[in-house]
């Protein structure tokens, strides 16, 4: 199982940008939980947000709610994050995860995914 990241960049206060990530040798299916999370320097990684039961619920970091966006695509085999109105304490290094059959209250929980992406960043320069 792979997991490439892509959309990171800099951008100014304000900007958006839309992360990707691209799976392979894994169907996704109705069970499978896909998340994003992020680790800024210095600190712990850190749930951003998550999309499950097949993409019909979805689930929010309070500090990005309102304000970014989780997507898949099953065709693609890809998961998005749109991510609008950044701010400087949005940067850092965002990774994309799977997990399958996983339970609400693990969701959250960066342990509880077995397959990671490498990483893409992001810089909200002010």
């Known amino acids: 199982v792979q997991l490439q990241a892509s959309g990171g960049g800099l951008v100014q206060v304000g900007d958006s940008l839309r992360l990707s990530c691209a799976v392979s040798g894994l169907t996704l299916r109705g069970s499978t939980t896909m998340a994003w999370f992020r680790q800024a320097p210095g600190k712990e990684r850190e749930f951003v947000a998550v999309i499950f039961r097949g993409g019909q619920t979805l689930a929010y970091a309070d500090p990005v709610k309102g304000r970014f966006a989780i997507s898949r695509d099953n065709a693609k085999n890809t998961v998005n994050l749109q991510m609008n109105s950044l701010k400087p304490e949005d940067t850092a290094i965002y990774f994309c995860?799977?997990?399958?059959?996983?339970?609400?209250?693990?969701?959250?929980?960066?342990?509880?995914?077995?397959?990671w992406g490498q990483g893409t960043q992001v810089t909200v320069s002010s």
């Open positions: 995860a799977i997990g399958q059959s996983l339970i609400w209250s693990s969701m959250r929980n960066d342990q509880a995914y077995p397959y």
